[in-house]
């Protein structure tokens, strides 16, 4: 058998080559699949994670007695520990208050451990010494060098601004960052999110020195703290795991899909030969044995080609997005020893099974009987009978998995509906696009002739390796038509649900009037894209501070809101979210006064307009017959820094005593995780595009391949190179069009199913939005696609002298 097999690799390089190919696609998709990951992974977490760099292990919300011990016993346990969190105290500079009440964290001893970035000066190096954020370096008028009063009476504290920095968290931002020795004097008032620990011994090492000291604390790794962090802030979805999983699926799916098809085809003919080999004396075994031997080698060799392409393919994937379009925002790319794993192991063992499946029939019956002709894709057989039951079967389970999802809004149940649905579909394929590309085959054959006529027989003549074809290219369309859907649905509704929840980016109201200068300076400042000025006046609102009273400024606002604000009733107010539940719910009756003049309203609810109650024009012209300028809206310039513009808008805003509402921010973090995830979707698509080509051109050739005494023979009756080619050609071109079809209504079934049991738990009234010049370029593309990947192998059939090609076995 060795020698045969040597024979065959001599004889039949092309197969094997077309193998060895389909083995590595699959095995660099999942290596790229995971980059790519990694990369999204880290650009979700990027801001979350930054005050845990270089920390092995975090204290989630310990009580300020435990973090303050914990920070204490670091120094004991040769080991650093920094909380995250702040206490609100005085600031003054030259005599004046910069602020009564401003946030004062802790920046961390070691320099290793200094999460902040700096901007200018240095950072703390000893007691005295404090690192300002630029922002509020900005708005206070603050430069290194200053000397601020941190505190007041016997506990103050003098302190020399060492630097500016600024924070790559905007969920851990302070206004001035000590050191510890100066922090811990006000130990009584801090308010404490997490302590980070770094020591000797790494993460287990670490949660052990934690307990020593906080016996019952809960002691997180980084990586999964900041998860946890980061499910919190997108309102309890896990946005990381559902990445990892879903990347992960359509990794091994696609790669085992992939091989297996190409294999189909591969073993098609090798089935023939294994029989001749029986018939001839080998035994069972030895063709078990020659199988498994040139399986292990091509799975081998394809597996480390597969594993070093992917890695070289997927970091220079990611960095091509990151530097062709930094607004994607992905992180570094990393792949883990657990996915070079899984991707070796799914190279080596779906290539050991792809291989022994055809052989399996070979085995089972008699040699002469494995001679015969495969028609176990015939609806007529009990094979194709038990094929397409199973194939309905799992479509069905699929759907009922897809069901199970919506219901329970659960990633895994989607995931898998969706994999077990699109089996049950290829498994269908022998009987579903044989009769489609029947159809479609009589428009060809009308227009080509008997070379339309020829490519239409050819196509549903062999059903099995038809669909094994089509699917190649069905896989690519079928992802890529449910990530752009997905993606353009989940834009629109997280876009409609911001512009709903913070119609305005940053709304400035003042508690007295805004002058005029300084609705100019505010207008002029770099960043600004428009602003619009609102009427109001100040008021007293029964049950609550004093609180200004604006009026909606209706067309004027036109082009500074996102959304229309609601339009409170001439009975209405509308307040602030932040101020209902503080002794004033919605529905309650309550009494506004402005000077002489009150009127009774009910609270009708409340929207993210900035400080300031909303009432009817005509109420407010009841309040105050004279109002003036008490608010300024401001839209912002795309692209602007949102925490970069709201301390400059600050800086003129503080003097004034007018509140500051910073909806850009949060706006600005939803943006940010849409383009990291667009951007890991990116990536994704151009593998897919890459792998939907690759495969059809390889499955194609290999068809082509192993029907060229059927070309020979039709060329030798009297077919042209011309028409030859026309007609492979023209069944590439069926095969193209029977999978984009078919791709293009799975993939918005799926991404359907997706964006009802992910989007819609988080955003109500979010629905489908098809891209359909997305869509569009997809189906020229695909249809493309099978043309080009038919140019070759019809050129190599065309070119094979007819009685050459009757000679091939």
Not at 172 to 189: C, E, G, I, P
Not at 562 to 591: F, I
Not at 733 to 756: D, E, I, K
């Amino acid at each position: 058998m060795r020698t045969v097999l040597l024979a065959s690799l001599r004889t039949h390089t092309r197969r094997y080559g077309a193998a060895l190919l389909a083995i590595v696609v699959g095995v660099v998709f999942i290596v790229v699949t995971a980059a790519l990951s990694s990369a999204v992974r880290t650009g979700l977490t990027a801001g979350l994670s930054a005050p845990y760099d270089g920390a092995d292990a975090v204290l989630d919300q310990p009580s300020t007695e435990d973090a303050v011990r914990l920070v204490a016993s670091a120094p004991a346990a040769d080991a650093d520990a920094w909380l995250v969190g702040w206490t609100l105290q005085q600031v003054a500079h030259d005599g004046r208050v910069v602020r009564s009440s401003t946030d004062i964290g802790q920046v961390p001893d070691r320099p290793d451990h200094q999460w902040q970035e700096l901007e200018e000066g240095r950072f703390p190096a000893a007691a005295g010494e404090a690192l300002v954020d630029v922002n509020a370096a900005k708005v206070a008028k603050l430069e290194v060098g200053d000397t601020l009063r941190i505190g007041s009476g016997p506990a103050g504290l003098d302190v020399e601004v060492v630097g500016l920095a600024d924070s790559p968290s905007a969920f851990s931002v302070a206004s001035v960052y000590l050191l510890w020795s100066d922090l811990s004097r006000w130990a009584d008032s801090l308010y404490v999110s997490s302590v980070a620990w770094a020591g000797p011994g790494g993460g287990g090492e670490a949660a052990t020195a934690i307990r020593e000291v906080v016996p019952a604390a809960e002691v997180l790794s980084v990586d999964r703290f900041v998860q946890r962090v980061q499910t919190e802030v997108n309102q309890g979805v896990d946005v990381v795991a559902i990445i990892v999983l879903v990347f992960a699926a359509i990794a091994l799916l696609v790669a085992v899909l992939v091989i297996n098809n190409t294999f189909t085809i591969l073993f098609a003919q090798r089935s023939r030969d294994f029989a001749l080999l029986r018939c001839v004396g080998a035994t069972r075994r030895q063709v078990v044995r020659s199988v498994r031997a040139e399986s292990l080698v091509l799975g081998v060799l394809a597996s480390v080609i597969g594993v070093a392409g992917g890695l070289g393919l997927g970091h220079g994937l990611v960095a091509l997005i990151r530097s062709q379009w930094p607004g994607a925002r992905l992180g570094e790319a990393s792949v883990s020893a657990g996915w070079i794993l899984a991707a070796t192991a799914v190279g080596l063992g779906v290539t050991m099974v792809a291989a022994w499946l055809p052989t399996r029939r070979v085995l089972a019956v008699s040699p002469l009987a494995a001679l015969r002709p495969d028609d176990s894709t015939q609806v007529r057989t009990r094979t194709g009978r038990v094929r397409i039951a199973l194939g309905a079967a799992m479509v069905l389970a699929g759907a009922a998995g897809l069901a199970v999802a919506i219901a329970t809004a659960a990633p895994p149940a989607l995931v898998a509906g969706g994999a077990t649905a699109f089996v049950g579909v290829l498994l269908l394929g022998p009987v579903l696009v044989p009769a489609m590309i029947r159809s479609a085959g009589r428009v060809a054959a009308r227009a080509l002739g008997p070379a339309g006529r020829l490519a239409a027989g050819n196509a549903v003549r062999n059903p099995r390796r038809t669909a094994a074809t089509a699917a190649s290219l069905l896989i690519g369309v079928t992802l890529t038509t449910a990530v752009l859907t997905g993606m353009a649905s989940s834009r629109t509704a997280l876009s409609a649900e911001m512009d709903e929840q913070h119609p305005i980016d940053i709304a400035l109201t003042g508690a007295d009037t805004i002058p005029a200068d300084a609705v100019e300076r505010i207008a002029a400042v770099d960043g600004v894209d428009g602003t619009t000025t609102v009427i109001g006046a100040s008021a007293e609102v029964s049950g609550l501070d004093p609180i200004p009273v604006i009026a909606a400024p209706g067309e004027a606002a036109d082009g500074v809101v996102h959304s229309p604000l609601p339009a409170p009733g001439r009975r209405q107010v509308l307040l602030p979210w932040d101020v209902l539940g503080d002794g004033v719910e919605v529905g309650d009756m309550v009494t506004v006064t402005v000077g002489e003049r009150r009127v009774r309203l009910r609270v009708a609810g409340g929207e993210g307009w900035g400080t300031a109650a909303l009432v009817s024009n005509a109420t407010l012209e009841r309040l105050a017959p004279t109002a003036r300028v008490q608010a300024v809206w401001v839209r912002a310039e795309e692209g602007a820094d949102a925490e970069d513009l709201a301390g400059s808008l600050e800086a003129i805003a503080v003097p004034l005593d007018a509140g500051l509402e910073n909806g850009l921010a949060r706006r600005s973090y939803v943006d940010q995780q849409l383009d990291v995830l667009t951007g890991g979707v990116v990536g994704l698509l151009a593998i897919s595009v890459v792998i939907a080509l690759v495969g059809i051109a390889n499955t194609l050739g290999l068809s082509v391949l192993e029907r060229g005494r059927e070309h020979a023979l039709l060329r030798a009756l009297g077919l042209t190179r011309r028409q030859l080619r026309r007609m492979l050609a023209t069944e590439a071109v069926l095969l193209a069009g029977v999978a984009t079809v078919v791709g293009t209504g799975l993939g918005t079934v799926f991404a359907w199913a997706g964006v009802q049991a992910l989007v819609v738990p988080a955003i109500d009234g979010a629905g489908l939005v098809l891209p359909w010049a997305q869509l569009g370029l997809v189906v020229v593309a695909a249809a493309a696609a099978g043309l080009v990947a038919a140019v070759l192998p019809a050129r190599r059939a065309s070119r094979i002298a007819p009685a050459a090609g009757l000679a091939v076995e």
